[in-house]
């Protein structure tokens, strides 16, 4: 009986520290390692729902809302790049992005919140 509250004491303090280890920015070789050939999947800044896949060679693909678009990426020295066929009118926009536990936010250049992604698949 005792050993259950030491395994749970021991499995809270766990989790607390890797969330607390995974806040800060999220560096471009981190977007590399762990967002190429994988789905992010959150919502937009006015909370509808998106996805952005990142493949190896520099193509992507994006759902928010109603809209769909591929286009291509590119890492930069604090994030990464995109530019679609159609959103923005295929003008290249850089962002960066931050991690707050399993919550990734992504900002736009002047700062202002572009989605929130909550699950990478």
Request: glycine share 14%.
């Amino acid at each position: 009986m005792i050993a259950r509250p030491v395994v749970l004491a021991f499995v809270v303090a766990a989790v607390s520290g890797l969330a607390f280890a995974q806040e800060g920015p999220v560096t471009p070789k981190e977007v590399e390692e762990g967002w190429i050939g994988r789905t992010l999947v959150g919502t937009t800044a006015a909370g509808a729902p998106a996805t952005l896949k990142l493949l190896p060679g520099g193509a992507a693909a994006v759902s928010a809302g109603s809209t769909n678009d591929i286009g291509t990426w590119r890492l930069s020295d604090s994030g990464y790049c995109t530019t679609w066929r159609t959103i923005r009118a295929g003008q290249e926009r850089c962002f960066t992005a931050r991690r707050a536990g399993t919550t990734i936010t992504v900002h736009n250049p002047d700062g202002s919140l572009s989605g929130t992604f909550t699950g990478i698949r």
